[in-house]
């Protein structure tokens, strides 16, 4: 911690009002370099110089993780609960997490007064998310009242931040425990640390963490699975706290990549994604680069498993190879998720993009003429800093010319430690809601035109499940990922069914089942 941040922690510590509560007491009586010793060697603050140097560092691949002798069993007649907040990253760290536990003996409860451990699995892209998390932190505090031997902890992105972690110690003691997005694996240490610590138990490392190949994990059911194929970020966009918080761009092996693919086809699951926080990045860091996601896919194109997806990519990384594997199809779905972020080229400049808006036409349309059946969709932020109409009414068109299936849209969130929260900013909240207000009527009527096309026609649906709405009704997705919702028996879950479109609405499909005899149209 440089003198810089031991002032701003000198301040985040430094109390108005001092209550006679011990845990609070012996906090404000630590000096800041008790603290220091928690970030001193394991956390950085955002630095854009620095974080760009990291990608010389060398990435190590462990299969070492076993639970430590001392430990097996510890959770034998306890239960957990994680709480999964963000991304599809942070669901697939929940089912590791969820794995340890079940090997330390613990079982899985979805009820807060029966958990002996509760874990907050935290998200820091945007600041409602961080904002949700504090107020859950806030409510847990009864229940830690009443249950004082209750392990609450908070993981994730949020804790690889060091204004949040200041946070938590200046106004919520009752937690117990602080690990970042690097250590999972540490998880059983941390985890007795706390059990017997009388002090709130941290360790939030900076350095990527290596990649340990061997940790179990607790997928729910066997019908979709995620798989990991790498990790972090390199791309830097000048809004986003990602890079940071979940370090450079690390690859797993293809060869780890593949043999998990084909152990999940042999248990039987219809449908993986392959993650990454720019998973289109895949291979650049793996010898001289030449194995890219291309190739990975081409290979699991092979695997006897029905449906292979992949989330998220930056349209900087989509190569003409990577577009002409995606057009064999097969067990290669039909669904891309392209963020756009901006349909304007200043704003896609300072947000460090790295491409133009006719760049990115140019790739979506490639795209559209390879795989013509394809479903898109994008990510776009509205009320960038000094975002202006004109500015804003090119993301507009762009979105029209472009017509999206659906579109994940947000008003930007300063993210605290990035360029752009350094920016002034001369547009009013009400100017940016007005603004998403506009853009979401536009992605709503595209979606409801895309959903139309489907009208009568007769589909494959994966089935996933019961309607979150009718217990009687089945729902599921289409190879271009449209939900799909039709009555049938529950005995079709996790089945590809065909089924025909009776109703078309925004978001959904409404259909009824129809024989295997039927052609498939999709």
């Known amino acids: 911690m440089d003198e810089k941040h031991r002032k701003m922690h000198d301040q985040a510590v430094e109390p108005k009002n001092i209550t006679k509560d011990k845990n609070l007491e012996r906090i404000l009586n630590k000096k800041p370099e008790d603290f220091a ?81 509760i874990l907050l699995n935290t998200c820091a892209v945007r600041e409602n998310a961080e904002n949700k998390v504090f107020g859950e932190i806030g409510n847990l505090k009864a229940l830690k009242l009443e249950k004082p031997d209750l392990i609450l902890g908070v993981c994730g992105c949020m804790a690889q931040e060091e204004a949040v972690v200041n946070r938590i110690l200046q106004k919520h003691q009752h ?4 690990f970042g997005t ?26 990527e ?40 761009e690390r690859s797993r092996l293809p060869k780890d990549i593949i043999q998990e693919v084909r152990d999940l086809a042999r248990q039987g699951y219809k449908e993986i994604t392959l993650l990454g926080q720019n998973v289109n990045a895949y291979g650049k860091d793996l010898g001289d680069g030449s194995y890219r996601l291309s190739h990975l896919m081409d290979e699991i194109r092979k695997i006897d498993i029905p449906r292979v997806r992949f989330t998220t990519s930056h349209p900087w990384d989509f190569t003409d190879d990577l577009i002409e594997v995606l057009a064999k199809g097969g067990n290669l ?17 300072i947000m460090g993009r790295n491409y133009t808006r006719e760049l990115y036409l140019e790739l979506f349309h490639k795209l559209k003429k390879a795989i013509p059946h394809a479903s898109f969709t994008t990510d776009i932020i509205v009320g960038y800093p000094n975002e202006t109409e004109e500015q804003f009414q090119d993301t507009l068109s762009l979105v029209e010319e472009c017509q999206f299936d659906g579109a994940y849209t947000f008003i930007y969130s300063p993210r605290p430690g990035t360029p752009a929260a350094r920016m002034e900013d001369n547009v009013s909240m ?21 959903n139309e096309k489907y009208q009568d026609q007769i589909v494959e649906v994966l089935v996933e499940g ?35 479109i009776t109703r078309a609405k925004t978001w959904t499909l409404d259909g009824e089942l129809v024989k295997e005899a039927e052609a498939v149209t999709q």
């Open 37 to 117: 010793k928690y970030f001193q060697h394991t956390y950085q603050a955002p630095n854009l110089k620095e974080a760009r140097r990291r990608r010389r560092n060398t990435t190590q691949y462990l299969n070492d993780f076993s639970i430590p002798e001392n430990l097996i069993g510890i959770g034998r007649g306890k239960r957990f609960l994680i709480r999964t907040y963000g991304c599809q990253m942070n669901e697939h760290d929940t089912e590791v997490m969820a794995g340890i536990l079940e090997e330390l003996g613990y079982t899985a409860t979805e009820r807060e007064e029966e958990a002996d451990i």
């Open 175 to 178: 937690v117990d425990l602080i």
């Open 182 to 207: 690097h250590n999972i694996h540490r998880l059983p240490q941390l985890l007795n640390e706390a059990m017997f610590s009388k002090e709130m138990v941290m360790e939030v490392w900076s350095k």
């Open 209 to 248: 963490g290596d990649i340990i190949e061997n940790l179990p994990k607790a997928r729910k059911g066997r019908i979709r699975a995620w798989v990991n194929i790498m990790y972090g970020c390199d791309k830097f966009c000048t809004y986003c706290i990602v890079p940071y918080t979940r370090g450079k």
């Open 333 to 349: 779905v039909e669904h891309i998720h392209l963020p756009v972020q901006s349909g304007n080229n200043a704003i896609l400049k």
């Open 430 to 450: 009400e100017v940016k809601k007005e603004r998403l207000l506009r853009l979401n009527k536009l992605v709503d009527e595209l979606a409801r035109k895309s």
């Open 466 to 500: 019961v309607s979150k709405k009718n217990d009687a009704v089945l729902s599921g997705h289409t190879r271009t990922n449209k939900v799909v919702n039709f009555r049938g028996p529950q005995s079709l879950i996790g089945q590809l069914v065909n089924v025909r």
